[in-house]
């Protein structure tokens, strides 16, 4: 493949504003772009495995968006910008949507997810799929983050084989830090998309559950999921949240949002703010953080502070010694599921989740690397969510992470956000809540610990901020100001991962 290699040198890191300026001023094409993109995944994906599948039309579709910049304008910011989409978010075209799983290998969505045909309306060009933690690491005990079924191991640009990637939106944070695309689109239910964007050195939007929508979203939990961005700067993240809010009639949630959503976020990419921002410490969450970890949060808290941000530390939190209950996922993910697969046409060998267990049982030695013993359990639910074990968890979860949580600090001690390290305890209470998120880069851990789950701390870390719900202007400016003064993202070193 002939590309313009003086396109690949600036690639390297730009950002959507810069693309767009070199496409409006004749530099480049949306075609070069895409073309310098796909010889740097063939060069390179093959050991990190971050994309499950390239989009066989993305040329044609990047051609046809310069001759309509000719002939009719831009579009907008993502007009002829090379995204990629994880593999559980619906497209009606050359790309698949499977989860990662091999029964779902050769489905070909009917309509685009909202959130799909959101941007192929903005002009952005889908340059395929990204890999994931199978059915978004709601599989098995024991699955390593980044493992799909399709695609294999998805490994860390920073140190592949030895850091942690980060689940379940793995491959869009991999692909996205090693500059295999623009930004990519990832979604959450609790810490896939904020977990990979800290350990990959990016920024993640998770939004408040109703500001996106999450039709033809391949689901976990209706409570908690949503989709939200993953890019190399706030800036970045900014525009791509702008495209993808609205009410859809598919996705009752998103009725919410209506009179809050906004079509464009980048007026909150206001560094000033930091000097009027009241942001809260809680330190009962801090408590498991090893030194190097630690230290990376203390050093964004003087950050803050110097940059004129009230701190208030420590803020306490009543919900923060709850035992959480983890049943509305084993309940929501058999409902979901079942509602997704059962329209789906016969050539496709599973409509219900017992017939996802049987075939992974039928081809177990492809598909059962790490059993599937979190399908089971959740098989084993009724699926009408009328037990009362679910209703009593929903009630707990939304009085405990909302009023005796993250809106109890940020009232008590009027905040405008809290602090926390990458996706440690705080995002799992936002995710309960249904509440913003956002993840900066804070440093990099030079060692680490071995954490419960078996991975090593060390590598980069992001610095976390939530708010309560539709915050995410506010929060989009507290993380703009702490980028500016900090500037931490670096790229990854990719010689260890030329060639295969």
């Known amino acids: 493949m002939e590309i313009n290699m003086k396109i690949e040198e600036w690639i390297i890191e730009a950002d959507i504003r810069r693309m767009q300026a070199a496409m409006e001023a004749g530099e480049t094409s949306s075609e070069e772009l895409v073309r310098v993109y796909l010889e740097r995944i063939g060069r390179y994906d093959g050991k990190l495995r971050s994309i499950i599948e390239i989009n066989p ?7 046809a968006l310069d001759d ?13 910008i090379p ?17 990662g799983t091999l029964a779902l290998a050769e489905h070909v969505a009917e309509q685009d997810s909202f959130v799909a045909a959101q941007l192929r309306s903005a002009g952005a060009v889908f340059l395929g799929k990204a890999n994931m933690t199978e059915w978004a690491n709601f599989m098995a005990d024991g699955m390593w983050a980044g493992y799909s079924t399709r695609r294999g191991l998805c490994l860390n640009p920073y140190g592949p084989g030895e850091l942690f990637i980060g689940g379940s939106s793995s491959g869009s944070g991999a692909a996205v830090a090693a500059n295999l695309a623009a930004a990519a689109i990832g979604t959450e239910t609790s ?15 998770k939004p408040t559950v109703g500001l996106v929508s999450r039709s033809g979203i391949i689901p976990i939990t209706h409570t908690q999921d949503t989709a939200g961005p993953m890019a190399r700067s706030v800036t970045d993240a900014a525009i791509m949240l702008g495209a993808m809010t609205g009410v859809d009639e598919r996705d009752e949630v998103t009725k919410t949002s209506q009179g809050h959503f906004l079509t464009d976020y980048t007026p909150f990419l206001d560094a000033s703010f930091l000097k009027q921002a009241r942001i809260g410490i809680p330190r009962f969450y801090y408590s498991q953080l090893d030194p190097d970890r630690m230290q990376i949060l203390e050093a964004a808290i003087e950050v803050l502070r110097s940059e ?4 208030i530390d420590p803020v306490e939190l009543p919900c923060q010694e709850t035992d959480w209950n983890w049943s ?26 017992a017939e996802v267990i049987a075939f992974n ?3 177990a030695e492809q598909c059962l690397k790490y059993g599937q013993n979190v399908l089971e359990a959740s098989e084993s639910t009724s699926g009408t969510l009328t037990e009362p074990e679910y209703v009593d968890t929903i009630r707990v979860n939304e009085e405990m992470s909302r009023a005796q949580g993250i809106d109890y600090a940020l009232e008590k001690y009027n905040l405008d956000a809290l602090l926390f390290l990458g996706c440690e305890e705080g995002d799992d209470i936002a995710a309960r809540a249904g509440y913003p998120v956002i993840t900066v880069p804070g440093g990099i851990a030079q060692d680490g610990v071995i954490a419960p789950g078996g991975y090593i701390t ?7 901020f939530i708010g309560t719900a539709y915050s995410e202007p506010t929060l989009i400016k507290i993380a703009y100001g702490y980028e500016q003064a900090t500037k931490h993202r670096v790229p990854p070193e990719m010689g260890m991962l030329a060639g295969e």
Not at 458 to 464: A, R, S, W
Request: aromatic share 4%; net charge negative; no cysteine.
């Open 83 to 99: 995204l990629l989409l994880k593999d559980n978010i619906d497209t009606h075209d050359a790309l698949h949507t499977s989860a």
């Open 361 to 363: 049982n039928e081809h």
């Open 68 to 80: 309509e910049r000719y002939e009719k304008g831009s579009r907008g910011p993502l007009h002829g």
């Open 57 to 63: 039309e993305a040329i044609s579709i990047a051609r």
């Open 458 to 464: 060390k590598g980069p870390q992001g610095i976390t």
């Open 308 to 311: 004129g941000a009230a701190i």
């Open 328 to 353: 509305v996922l084993r309940y929501e993910f058999k409902k979901g599921v079942n509602d997704y697969l059962a329209p789906l046409p016969e050539n496709i060998p599973v409509h219900t989740l």
């Open 191 to 205: 810490g896939s998309i904020i977990g990979p964007a800290s350990q990959n050195m990016l920024v993640g939007i």
